[in-house]
């Protein structure tokens, strides 16, 4: 059974870029679509971007399209999360998620990412 770990948040300056990395700790998410969401405190979790299996295509929400870039290394078994001009609005906690055909059915434990004014 796969597992998604996220990893590479924490604290960074208004203004400034983060990384992020998920990777399948078990088995393989070569064949399937990923995506990334964020979920602040008291707010429904947000979508925010999603890539193909071959990383040709990629979609972005409104909020986040022109600074965050998705992309991925299946040889690697991980997609990343390019974080540019980042806002106090971007805090949230970041989640990996697999698309499964029909539903995202697999996430990570997510990784905390705090933006200061």
């Known amino acids: 059974q796969v597992q998604l770990v996220e990893s590479g948040g924490g604290l960074v300056q208004a203004g400034g870029s983060l990384s992020l990395s998920c990777s399948a700790s078990?088995?393989?998410?070569?064949?399937?679509?990923m995506a990334w969401f964020r979920q602040a405190p008291g707010k429904e979790r947000e979508f925010l971007g999603r890539?193909?299996?071959?990383?040709?295509?990629?979609a972005y929400a409104d909020s986040v399209k022109g600074r965050f870039t998705i992309s991925r290394d299946n040889r690697k078994n991980t997609v990343y999360l390019a974080m540019n001009s980042l806002k106090p609005e971007d805090t949230a906690v970041y989640y990996c998620?697999?698309?499964?055909?029909?539903?995202?059915?697999?996430w990570g434990q997510g990784t905390q990412v705090t933006v200061s004014s």
């Open positions: 998620t697999r698309w499964s055909g029909e539903d995202y059915d697999l």
């Open positions: 078990v088995g393989s998410i070569t064949y399937y679509t």
């Open positions: 890539i193909s299996r071959f990383g040709i295509t990629a």
